[in-house]
């Protein structure tokens, strides 16, 4: 069974770009949740999707957002960007809790 | 505030020698489940092993096994054998509300 994959890999933006992540879970996985990781404050959640619909919400602006299609793929959304952005992002999913990480979206905002 | 608390920045063992890493949390939970994740250098988020709260047994995964200590709060991961592609960050985690609370981690070294 293939892992979960995330796209792209790394990403450069200037500050005030907005940007899309992909994330595809696991084969037959319906909840995808979302992470930000820095040195600083660690992993953050930031959202979590079941079926389509937001489950749980992390403490993040509503520059971040997200959602999740029928075939459980999900996407996350990072608009305005803030050099406080940069960071890796790492999509995760599971059968009805989340479980198995992807490699990660490695974002720089410059 | 329910957190995960690794007391041990860093750690380092020798090669083939023993080295448990500690997890202390804290719930109002009564099922939920706890998880040890490592994450070397290539960045990727591998699951080490999982614990079911409402299992006594201790999980076990080949050389990583786990103390599971439900009334103490207390989630420790033993490595036996230790080698040195086990050099990573592990990061204790505990589900809630359907999300991975994470801890701040622990550098393990391995000495050859």
């Known amino acids: 069974k293939a892992g979960v994959t995330q796209t792209p890999r790394y990403l450069i933006k200037t500050r005030g770009q907005q940007v899309t992540l992909s994330c595809s879970p696991i084969?037959?996985?319906?909840?995808v949740s979302w992470y930000q990781q820095t040195p600083g404050q660690g992993l953050q959640f930031l959202f979590e999707?079941?079926?389509?619909?937001?489950?749980n919400k992390g403490n993040f602006p509503g520059r971040f957002s997200g959602r999740q299609f029928s075939n459980s793929r999900s996407e996350m959304n990072v608009s305005t960007l803030e050099l406080g952005d940069s960071a890796l992002y790492l999509c995760?999913?599971?059968?009805?809790?989340?479980?198995?990480f992807g490699p990660g979206t490695r974002l720089t905002v410059l | 505030a329910q957190t995960v608390t690794q007391s041990q920045p860093e750690m380092s063992v020798q090669e083939a020698e023993t080295v448990t890493l500690s997890c202390t949390y804290d719930?109002?939970?009564?099922?939920?489940?706890l998880f040890w994740y490592k994450q070397p250098p290539s960045r990727q988020m591998i699951l080490v092993i999982r614990?079911?709260?409402?299992?006594?047994q201790n999980a076990t995964e080949n050389r990583f096994s786990v103390n599971f200590q439900k009334a103490a709060k207390s989630f420790s991961l033993k490595i036996s054998d230790s080698q040195l592609g086990d050099a990573a960050m592990y990061f204790c985690?505990?589900?809630?509300?359907?999300?991975?609370?994470f801890g701040k981690g622990t550098r393990l070294h391995i000495l050859p």
């Open positions: 995760a999913s599971g059968l009805e809790r989340v479980e198995f």
């Open positions: 084969s037959g996985h319906r909840s």
């Open positions: 999707y079941f079926s389509e619909t937001q489950r």
């Open positions: 719930t109002s939970e009564s099922d939920y489940y």
């Open positions: 614990q079911e709260a409402y299992k006594q």
């Open positions: 985690a505990r589900s809630r509300d359907d999300k991975i609370i």
